[in-house]
């Protein structure tokens, strides 16, 4: 199984932005459905956003909608998210996670391969 490195983590202020980024070291997400979840302290595990591996299909928690984008870039075996208009409810550690199949999952369980997290902090 792919080790999934995630980047792109930080601190920012309420309203702004960030760009996570997912990549594999050592293997590829091809025919592999992506997930976004986050994890904020004292709290479970949240769904934030899948995509299916064509790229066509796209799932999102209802607390990101409008304000987050997930998209894959099959070329640079990358998967992305796109976090703007952040709110301090947002901070959490941000993890990676791939499913060995084409089609996305809100389901923690579904997905196989986890990375380590990145820590995004939004101040209010």
């Known amino acids: 199984q792919a080790q999934l490195v995630e980047s792109g983590g930080g601190y920012v202020q309420a309203g702004g932005s960030l760009r996570l980024s997912c990549a594999p070291s050592?293997?590829?997400?091809?025919?592999?459905?992506m997930g976004w979840f986050r994890q904020a302290p004292g709290k479970e595990r949240e769904f934030v956003a899948a995509i299916t591996w064509s790229g066509v299909s796209l799932f999102y928690a209802d607390s990101v909608k409008g304000r987050f984008t997930i998209s894959r870039d099959k070329a640079k075996n990358t998967v992305y998210l796109q976090m703007n208009s952040l709110k301090p409810e947002d901070t959490a550690v941000y993890y990676c996670?791939?499913?060995?199949?084409?089609?996305?999952?809100?389901?923690?369980?579904?997905?196989?391969?986890w990375g380590q997290g990145t820590q995004v902090t939004v101040s209010s």
């Open positions: 050592g293997g590829t997400f091809a025919g592999k459905a």
């Open positions: 996670a791939a499913r060995d199949g084409p089609y996305n999952s809100k389901l923690h369980a579904d997905y196989d391969s």
